[in-house]
């Protein structure tokens, strides 16, 4: 099964957070750079979220180093609200459950 992984979406539908965190470089402006219209600007392929638990960095540009950071700037940034840490520990831990077996062997993440 496929979570995620089929579209393409804004990053920051009610926060900038490229904007805010300055520094602007050529990767953060997305599909932009492949189709090379504005509309595109900031647009990203959404990823799946199978085995999203294991695979740190997070966001575009792997600015995000732990899951739980992901998951507050995506609160922001995509649903306009600050999210609580228990929350975010929730969130967490949905997604957790979507981290996949190899030979009937939890994957784990890299060290």
Do not use: C, W
């Not at 695979?55 to 999210?83: K, V």
């Amino acid at each position: 099964i496929n979570i995620g992984g089929n579209l393409y979406q804004k990053f920051g539908v009610f926060y900038n957070y490229i904007a805010e965190r300055g520094d602007i470089k050529k990767s953060d402006y997305g599909r932009m750079n492949k189709t090379e219209r504005l509309m595109d600007a900031f647009v990203f392929k959404v990823p799946s979220l199978r085995n999203v638990a294991v695979t740190a960095p997070y966001l575009h540009d792997g600015s995000a180093e732990t899951i739980e950071e992901a998951i507050e700037i995506m609160g922001q940034t995509q649903l306009g609200r600050s999210l609580t840490t228990d929350e975010i520990l929730l969130i967490k831990a949905f997604l957790k459950t979507l981290t996949g077996k190899y030979k009937n062997i939890m994957l784990d993440a890299p060290s």
